[in-house]
């Protein structure tokens, strides 16, 4: 059992990967002749994908293949008709984009293809020693500060830890999710170790995680198939107890809603991030799922007894806390890279759905002196396009991006130091964000007047 635990962490090798199946939930039309490939033959050598190990793995392939598709669809006719209107082509839905003569649900007039292009090719090069170096830095900071705040053990000096702790927890995520992507490194036996490391100290479950991810990253901005933060049907909506709307969408309680989503997931949508045997995942992950909730469970057992060791109120301070701040961030950065602009942003489903199209509906973010700290997780755009970036290369490559991406890439606001104008478009969002309808292939949010009072009118 232990050796096959340790051979599912990575550290040492498995089989040869046979790849992983198809996600249950869909991601494209029926349709399938219209598929497509966004460039050209020649090309998908140079297209990092997905991560394969290479020569010291004796050809090895280890199958961590968390990443944008392979073929991205697009609709027959795209290109042509979005050359006809530029970037500026007026053809607003429900009046949306009209206004200002940019409607952001109509096809973009450039290819996946043409954004890859524009990228410098040493955005795409993965270093591991530097990669290894952010973890090396954010475990130093980690473990500096608990020592720290337990030495001095002062009430002046708690809260400071919590903040700064939690957003360090939070960091440390954010080195993971690069893992589960494979940007951390092109050797996924090293992505996996320094993943589940990384994630089960936080008590995510790695692989159940990661797995979850990769059907988000692959249906972003699909109504029904996408997995985070996706928007409820006005049915689903309607169904929910009064209790459970207020609490969606009242502050902060969204905010904390990231371990129940590991536990329960979406409502509409069933499984648990620890189970086998859920929805989330195909029979071929289900030692994967295993081996990631063996080791949360060792993490979860080893806090148990670092609280009978130095109290459960020390280790509350110490973990608990910064646990609950960590939580928070997460649930703070994912929601407003997918809400909250200032104009509504569509939501696909069906043939009006392909993977360039739902990838432009996200945002970046700015967060002031947490970029640096939380590895430029608000570049976000770029990131959901083509997740085998690097964080370190994702400012950069966002850059090289613009002139192509034109007014389909939205500038966020810049912060001030520490970015508390977020909460103001959090708390905008959660009052009129709250179910899209249950027809229509374009759809935008709409608003319940009745969950806050008069908090605003419903959405033609």
């Known amino acids: 059992m232990a050796s096959w635990v340790l051979s599912e962490c990575g550290v040492r090798p498995l089989p040869p ?33 997905c991560c394969v190990s290479g020569g010291g793995s004796r050809g090895r392939e280890w199958g961590l293949k968390v990443s944008a598709p392979l073929k991205v669809p697009s609709i027959d006719g795209e290109d042509k008709e979005a050359e006809k209107m530029g970037l500026n082509g007026v053809n607003g839905i429900n009046g949306i984009g009209e206004e200002d003569g940019f409607d952001p649900s109509n096809p973009p007039p450039f290819r996946l293809a043409d954004i890859r292009a524009a990228i410098p090719k040493h955005c795409w090069v993965k270093d591991p020693w530097r990669s290894m170096s952010y973890v090396v830095r954010d475990v130093v900071v980690v473990l500096g500060l608990a ?85 409820l049907p006005e049915r689903i909506y309607k169904g929910l107890d009064d209790i459970t709307k207020k609490m969606r969408f009242t502050v902060p309680f969204p905010l904390l ?34 081996t990631s909730t063996l080791c949360w469970s060792a993490m979860a057992t080893l806090l ?21 701040i960590f939580v928070m961030w997460l649930d703070l950065v994912t929601y407003l890279h997918h809400h909250g602009h200032e104009q509504k942003l569509p939501w696909y489903r069906g043939k009006e759905w392909n993977y360039l ?3 432009l509906t996200t945002l970046d973010r700015d967060y002031g002196l947490i970029n640096n700290i939380h590895h430029d997780i608000g570049t976000h755009v770029i990131h959901h396009l083509f997740p085998q970036i690097p964080h370190y290369h994702l400012i950069e490559a966002t850059e090289a991006a613009k002139p192509v991406l034109g007014n389909y890439y939205r500038e966020p606001k810049k912060s001030s130091p520490l970015p508390f104008h977020l ?7 959660m009052k009129n ?3 899209v309808s249950d027809t229509g292939d374009v759809v935008y949010y709409q608003t319940d007047p009745n969950l806050f009072g008069s908090s605003g009118k419903k959405s033609e």
């Open 423 to 429: 909460i103001g478009y959090l708390i905008r969002s």
């Open 17 to 49: 990967s046979r790849g992983f199946p198809r996600p249950r939930t869909r991601c494209f039309s029926n349709d399938t002749t219209k598929f497509r490939l966004p460039v050209r033959p020649t090309d998908l050598s140079r297209l990092a994908i």
């Open 357 to 359: 199209r739902g990838g």
């Open 304 to 324: 148990v007894g670092l609280s009978f060791v130095f109290g459960p109120v020390q280790m509350l301070k110490l973990y608990g806390v910064p646990y609950m």
């Open 433 to 435: 964000d709250h179910f």
């Open 257 to 290: 809603a990231y371990p129940i989503y590991l536990w329960s997931r979406s409502p509409g949508k069933k499984g648990s991030h620890f189970d086998p045997n859920s929805d989330l995942f195909v029979p071929s992950e289900k030692k994967d799922i295993l």
């Open 147 to 231: 020592a720290a705040a337990a030495y001095l053990n002062n009430w002046l000096v708690w809260p400071l830890y919590w903040a700064a702790q939690g957003t360090m927890f939070w960091a440390l995520f954010v080195l993971g999710h690069d893992c589960g992507h494979g940007s951390f490194s092109n050797n996924p036996r090293l992505n996996s170790v320094v993943g589940h490391i990384l994630h089960s100290s936080i008590l995510v479950p790695y692989h159940g995680w990661r797995i979850s991810h990769r059907t988000h990253h692959q249906n972003h901005g699909h109504v029904e198939n996408d997995e985070s933060w996706h928007p």
